[in-house]
């Protein structure tokens, strides 16, 4: 049987998924293990990945929509909702690894002074928000469509934007092992699943709509890859 176009591009998801759950079983608990302790380094790493993920998300919203596909899944005002909720989502994942929530209770007024404290407060934070906001200017803004489909281009980019949101899942997903090591707590498991998929479901629907459009077989094959990779992960903190 041949496969058409969009079922390659929606099995490559499909095969991306597969992927990232190996990369889970072989790293994840190095990874977390590495997160428990908050530090520069680490607040790097995680800055790092997220820059390559809104990177991606521009990869894959200048790709031309194919034969099949769709730009119109959700209006403007529905991405710009999804975004910010990523981008404070991650802007609290930022502020774990900077420490932010071991020494917010240490900040002493009598120390460092009423204008310290208040700086310390509202322009470390700000920062942190501001570079989050990066998201929804990649996934809620305009974008003008300059990767011709059916090109060699075509196919880098969607390497290039599956690839960069499955490490962003990961780093995530670590951030979320060293929270659930520290709660101690079951219900963490399913908070974390619902919190992933208003995540990274938005992600792969802006995929989808583009090469398969999102009521096709293959895009309906690659959401439920997706649904059940973050349903596996999710369920290691049960």
């Given amino acids: 049987m041949n496969l058409s176009g969009k079922s390659h591009y929606a099995l490559a998801a499909v095969a991306v998924d597969l992927l990232t759950l190996v990369i889970a079983i072989v790293v994840l608990s190095s990874l977390t293990e590495r997160m428990i302790t908050p530090n520069g380094v680490n607040a ?3 800055a790092g990945t997220f820059f390559l993920f809104a990177g991606g998300i521009f990869i894959i919203r200048r790709m031309k929509v194919a034969p099949d596909g769709t730009s119109d899944w ?11 909720f990523f981008a404070f989502i991650f802007s609290l994942m930022l502020a774990w690894q900077l420490g932010f929530f071991r020494s917010v209770f240490q900040v002493d007024t ?34 003008k469509p300059a990767i011709e489909y059916g090109r060699s281009r075509y196919w880098l980019a969607a390497v290039f934007g599956l690839v960069t949101t499955a490490l962003m899942l990961l780093v995530m997903v670590a951030q979320a092992n060293v929270i659930a090591a520290t709660i101690g707590a079951a219900w963490w498991g399913i908070i974390t699943f619902a ?12 995929y989808l709509s583009r090469v398969a459009g999102l009521k096709s077989v293959p895009s309906y094959a690659a959401t439920i890859s997706i649904l059940i990779l973050l349903a596996i992960l999710a369920a290691q903190m049960i």
């Fill in 44 to 46: 790097l790493l995680v």
């Fill in 74 to 84: 959700l209006t403007k005002g529905q991405r710009s909702a999804l975004a910010l």
């Fill in 110 to 143: 009598t120390q460092m002074g009423e204008g310290g404290s208040a700086s310390y407060f509202l322009f470390g934070p700000g920062a942190w928000l501001a570079f989050s906001l990066l998201y929804v200017l990649v996934f809620a803004f305009k974008v």
């Fill in 195 to 206: 919190v992933l998929v208003g995540l990274f479901l938005p992600p792969r629907f802006l």
